[in-house]
């Protein structure tokens, strides 16, 4: 019996990094996997699922669409039966001094980051009310905690996802679901890779990591994997923080 065995689980953004890892690490433990994203490799995702003997489709979907959402509920439901587990994970990085940020990419950044959260989160209602309950982890960071240079508007992108969840959270225990955040350190994947390969860079974001290194899209997908599991049936409206200790001094 795997650890959400037979949930109905979708993972935005799994085409990459902690999508991937996150749909892959589900499926291993009987999750019946909807890998969602914009970029159409997450085929590829899904035939390594079935390939491994798992259960996944894929739909492609803009997490910033209220239609695509509409969409890819109707696909859970029909062809599954309902939705339990919602992984809101999709998102952009911005890397740039705040003076130099337009107000297109400040909008830009809140529709990716932010707005889809609000669209999903709201989605995910019914068909998870249909089946009792579920769990929802919404992908923040440890820039949703503290600040740092050069990304003040993803901070701000990630420390709204942050207390959206905890709103969620108080509207949602009473029908049994469950709103949670997660919070990665820096993770080694193609979003913090231009990072990781300058040297001066890498040296600044992971100087406060007491570990001394990038974290892996693995080790963020073992804490989803709790999260989405009944394992944490009394964790709400928690902020889950996964950073090789960047942020615990
Ligand atoms: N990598 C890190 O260091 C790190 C740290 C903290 C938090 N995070 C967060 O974790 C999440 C995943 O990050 P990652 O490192 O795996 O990123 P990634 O860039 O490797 O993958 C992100 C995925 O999201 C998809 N995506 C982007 N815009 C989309 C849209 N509009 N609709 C649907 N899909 C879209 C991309 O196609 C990609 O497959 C993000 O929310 C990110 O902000 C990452």
Known sequence: MGRVEGKICIVTGAANGIGKATAQRLASEGGKIVATDIDKECQKTVDEI???GGEAIFLPHDVTK???WDMVIEQCSS???GLDVLINNAG?????PLQETSLEEWNEIFRVNVTSIFLGTKFAFEPMCTRNGGSIVNLSSIYGLVGAPMAAAYEASKGAIRLFTKGAATE??????RVNSLHPGVIDTPMAEHLLEDTEIKNAVLGPTL???AGT???IANAALYLASDESSFVVGTEM???GGYTCN
């Open 50 to 52: 079935v390939d491994s």
């Open 66 to 68: 209220e239609k695509d």
């Open 79 to 81: 062809r599954f039966g």
């Open 92 to 96: 952009v990085l911005l890397m740039k």
């Open 172 to 177: 949602y225990a009473a029908h049994g679901i």
């Open 211 to 213: 570990l001394g290194r």
């Open 217 to 219: 899209a693995d080790e």
């Open 241 to 243: 923080v996964v950073d």
